[in-house]
């Protein structure tokens, strides 16, 4: 007996141009997934894999694995049911790649049942991709990567968690690219203080390229809410959304509800940082945090807005708190942040370079440690607007929370 259930859901992303911003138009897809009451309704799979499987729908009745000089291709259309908490293991090439209407499902058999995730280890090809593929269900990381490559394009990464870091995607000494594709609702769910970071991504000593991406609704209790990068790692994003995630343990020092990083390399360019928060004894970086001397920051063509923190005691930087030495902030709006200033700056300016910006609407004032001549209004723009000697205005004439950077 077989019975159908009905969902929607939603694929890829692509960027079209308005008056010179950009915005994402969503795609939509539906498909029907079968219910399985009878468990001989699909063919079982355990252990080695090669070939090409699919179409069709599959259960996963033990750990399964693709092992070092053998491949497999997973062929559009194709559902893998994991009966229980077992992994997927890559040792050697894999290539699931669905289309726009007819995508890759990876997910538990029935509804709040678990597995273990995608897992690619060394042995791995460094062409191993998933394309239009959706991963949900996982409570050890959607995917995680530990040196290794992959790729990733119009994917949804939905509703997987982990214990300490990653909840939707890991990586450790690993590289990937991330495009056109969806991390929401992720989470990493650890109540020890100090404990439990990147809820949507989390990268130590690995080098990632993420861009037309909208990473939502991620959660973590103590660092990086959306994304936590540490150990020399470098992140580059670009055209993407970090909105709507949050640091929620209510217990100790937390940062950085969209981004954090430590000890790593963020650049940001052309795009949204809203709605995040940051709880906790003590609260800082709503949108990005930066751990003190350590690591570069540079933002450019962004709109950092609405992101807050909800701290018993908020040390700053409700939009950015940037303490490393290394920062560069250019072309943004950093507006309407909330519950500390919009903006912390390291306490040595010999390496700050914030300009061509626009500050404003800050309930606790816009800045904390300010540059000698900072948002003194002494100088005249191009556009006959006042701005201080470093090009920064104070302007609420931008206010449209969909634009991203400065007209």
């Given at each position: 007996m077989i019975g159908f259930s009905y969902y929607e859901v939603d694929k890829g992303y692509s960027f079209h141009s308005i008056l010179g911003g950009e915005y994402m138009k969503r795609y939509t897809i539906t498909f029907l997934s079968m219910l399985i009451i009878s468990i001989s309704a699909a063919a079982q799979l355990s252990g080695p894999l090669s070939g090409t499987l699919g179409p069709g729908m599959y259960t996963v009745i033990d750990d399964i694995s693709v092992q070092e000089g053998d491949s497999l291709t997973i062929a559009p259309g194709t559902e893998l049911l994991f009966d229980g908490l077992y992994s997927f293991d890559i040792y050697g090439y894999f290539y699931a790649v669905g289309t726009e209407s007819d995508s890759i499902f990876f997910l538990a058999h029935y509804p709040n049942y678990h597995w273990h995730g995608i897992d690619f280890f060394s042995t791995s090809d460094d062409s191993c991709k998933l394309s239009y593929c959706v991963i949900t269900g996982s409570i050890s990381s959607g995917i995680f990567c530990?040196?290794?490559h992959i790729g990733l394009s119009q994917c949804l990464i939905k509703g997987n968690s982990c214990h300490n870091f990653g909840g939707g995607l890991a990586f450790i000494n690993s590289s990937a690219t991330i495009e056109n594709?969806?991390?929401?609702?992720?989470?990493?769910?650890?109540?020890?203080p100090y404990t439990g970071v990147g809820g949507g991504i989390y990268s130590s000593q690995s080098v990632l390229y993420i861009s037309n991406c909208i990473i939502k609704q991620d959660s973590s209790s103590h660092r990086g809410g959306g994304i936590f990068c540490e150990d020399r790692s470098s992140l580059t994003i670009t055209e993407s959304v970090i909105s709507d995630n949050a640091v929620y343990q209510t217990s100790g020092f937390n940062q950085g509800g969209g981004i954090f990083i430590a000890d790593s390399y963020l650049l940001l360019d052309h795009c949204l940082v809203s709605f995040n928060t940051v709880g906790g004894q003590t609260a800082q970086g709503g949108g990005i945090g930066c751990d003190a001397?350590?690591?570069?920051?540079?933002?450019?063509?962004?709109?950092?807005?609405r992101n807050a923190l909800q701290g018993t005691m908020n040390e700053g930087g409700a939009g950015i708190c940037a303490l490393s030495e290394n920062v560069i902030v250019k072309n943004c709006i950093i507006e309407g942040n909330i519950g500390g200033h919009g903006f912390d700056f390291p306490t040595n300016y010999d390496t700050l370079e914030v300009i061509h910006n626009n500050f404003y609407n800050h309930v606790y004032g816009s800045f904390n440690y300010l540059p000698p001549g900072f948002m003194i209004l002494s100088n005249i723009n191009a556009n006959g607007e006042p701005c201080d000697s470093f090009y920064n205005l104070n302007l609420t004439r931008f206010a449209l929370y969909g634009e991203i950077g400065m007209l």
């Open positions: 530990e040196n290794a594709s969806e991390i929401v609702e992720n989470s990493v769910n650890n109540y020890t001397n350590t690591g570069t920051l540079k933002v450019f063509n962004s709109t950092i807005t």
